[in-house]
């Protein structure tokens, strides 16, 4: 409950703010006075600063100075309903100051329209910190040690408390965000702490009848959110805050690409690791008197790395004189830059495996292997007429997305990777709960999806608008067609390649119908037959052990 009221003596506004209910006992009255005297010190841009904390009758309650305007609640009922940016951005505001306040301990408990207040210049701030400590919603029992800087460590079970705390917190928040974006409560409860408790037993989906379009990103963050399995959901405030960013990010960048993300930690880091030893060997062949151009291209095309790195060269402004066809080979990217540009390119990439620790760089490994297995295969299935290292190019190109994500942001590819997995069975005999698709996990993660990261970046580094073409993989939902040019038919071969590698991550029970369909689906467009199918894969994961080039034609 909150009480607008005015101190004559001090000349000022003030909200006083109640919990639902009385603490059940001295116990939990004693916690809330704790809580709430750890919230009162916190002092954060998005957080209404608190002025008293008292009990009067067994009433504790809240005293604050809000800023000028009015809370969330009053605003929507004054306001036309406001469109996904500016919902989004009233969550990051919100999100900012929670995220601050889990940090030192202090959970809310208590999230919803009339405890956010929205200031004349639209931003949020939240009010009634801890209010909700001590009672059965509530927030962190552990909350005031921390918070208050005590020396004791807090014990299991506080910790427990205050996790579970932080969690529905951010439950919360997402129902919030939900009923902004479709202008109706989630579950038809309008109270969202009665919400929160349904949250786990019922669905919650954001409808697809909502007064404004909801972008499919927007829509696996607010999806995930409130998902019914909480291994599922955000960790924490500042994992579901960055997975807001990212989409509000790519929105503002003019192609839609969310470049902020990366571009960062691509001038810290390089945009990715050679592989071990790969860059001394191609040092070795410069230095070779007779240097034989095939055999760098197949040793260039081991390390994905230095093949966007010359990508990315030759398409720099100095280079811009090469004509206006794009660079679609690493050997036109070699013969342009030289045997001395090629040194110069392998020589500046950071050693393997750059900033990351163990687990990451094996997930980073794992990912090159399959960047490099489907463009291998789609060397292989390249139909007469077309440049077989185009297609493999352009099949290494749409890995570009995962890879700078695997390198960049391992944390959020782990966690792209979990949602992926299916969940547990309810039931012994009911079926696998599926987990979600590529596009949706990393959505829901990142803020955008894998493919537009890669593409942004690829823009950013001058790739003529053909070779971003390719790089967009065909929808696995419409049928193919044969396309009208070389590069529509170029896409058509690299999607198909990385799709089969795709389908070799499936169970063996499952992967020879998927074969099958791959094969159906393309027929139209590239008219291979199943058995030229494995043979591709075949030779593509032996090329992607390492094969010499001497030995392609040997099967």
């Excluded at 004559?8 to 916690?31: F, K, M, N, T, W």
């Excluded at 305007?69 to 929507?76: K, N």
């Excluded at 949250?199 to 607010?222: F, K």
């Excluded at 030229?532 to 099967?555: C, F, I, N, T």
Aim: charge should be negative; aromatic fraction near 4%; proline fraction near 7%.
């Amino acid at each position: 409950m909150n009480w607008l009221g005015y101190d004559e003596r001090a000349g000022l506004e003030l909200v006083i703010c109640l919990p639902r209910q009385q603490p059940a006992d001295a116990q939990a009255l004693e916690r809330w006075q704790q809580a709430a005297q750890a919230a009162a010190r916190l002092n954060h841009p998005h957080l209404v600063p608190v002025l008293e904390t008292g009990v009067e009758e067994r009433w504790p309650y809240m005293v604050s100075q809000p800023p000028a305007g009015a809370t969330l609640a009053e605003h929507l009922a004054t306001h036309p309903v406001p469109g996904p940016a500016e919902a989004v951005a009233w969550t990051c505001d919100a999100l900012e100051g929670l995220a601050y306040a889990h940090e030192a301990g202090v959970a809310h408990g208590d999230i919803a329209a009339h405890n956010l207040w929205i200031d004349s210049n639209g931003r949020v701030q939240v009010l009634a910190l801890s209010l909700a400590a001590g009672s059965d919603a509530g927030a962190a029992d552990a909350a005031p040690a921390a918070a208050a800087g005590g020396s004791l460590a807090l014990d299991p079970s506080q910790l427990r408390s205050q996790r579970a705390a932080g969690e529905r917190d951010l439950v919360a928040i997402g129902l919030l965000l939900h009923g902004l974006l479709a202008d109706h409560p989630a579950l038809d409860q309008p109270d969202i702490a009665l919400a929160a408790d349904l949250v786990g037993q019922e669905i919650v989906r954001l409808p697809w009848t909502t007064p404004q379009p909801v972008p499919d990103t927007l829509r696996a963050i607010v999806n995930r959110s409130t998902e019914r399995a909480q291994r599922q959901r955000y960790l924490s405030a500042r994992t579901l805050l960055r997975a807001l960013r990212g989409w509000q990010e790519a929105q503002a960048q003019e192609d839609g690409g969310p470049l902020p993300l990366l571009l960062d930690r691509m001038r810290a880091a390089g945009h990715l690791p050679a592989r071990s030893g790969l860059t001394q060997r191609v040092a070795r062949l410069v230095a070779m008197e007779r240097q034989r151009i095939d055999e760098m291209v197949d040793v260039i095309v081991q390390d994905p790395a230095l093949a966007f790195e010359l990508l990315r060269t030759v398409n720099a402004a100095q280079f811009a004189g090469h004509g206006d066809a794009p660079v679609t080979t690493v050997r036109r990217a070699v013969l342009l830059i030289g045997l001395q540009g090629v040194r110069s390119a392998a020589s500046g990439l950071r050693g393997w495996p750059g900033p990351l620790g163990e687990k990451p760089a094996q997930a980073l490994e794992r990912g090159l292997y399959r960047a490099r297995f489907g463009a291998h295969v789609a060397e292989m299935l390249c139909p007469a007429g077309l440049d077989a290292e185009e297609a493999l190019l352009g099949a290494l190109l749409q890995s570009l997305g995962r890879l700078l994500v695997l390198y960049h942001f391992p944390e959020e590819a782990e966690q792209i990777r979990q949602l992926m997995l299916p969940g547990p069975r309810p039931e012994p005999d009911a079926p696998e709960q599926p987990g979600m698709n590529e596009v949706a996990a990393a959505s829901a993660v990142l803020g955008a999806d894998l493919e537009s990261l890669g593409v942004a970046v690829a823009r950013y580094w001058g790739l003529h608008e053909a070779m971003l073409q390719i790089m967009r993989r065909l929808p696995t939902d419409k049928s193919v067609h044969k396309p009208d040019d070389r590069y529509g038919l170029l896409r058509c071969v690299a999607s198909a390649a990385n799709e089969a590698v795709d389908v070799l991550l499936l169970p063996a029970l499952k992967q020879p119908s998927a074969m099958n369909a791959i094969v159906q689906r393309y027929a139209r467009a590239l008219g291979f037959t199943p058995k030229e199918l494995q043979e591709a894969l075949q030779k593509g994961r032996r090329l992607a052990d390492g094969l010499p080039a001497a030995e392609r034609a040997a099967g």
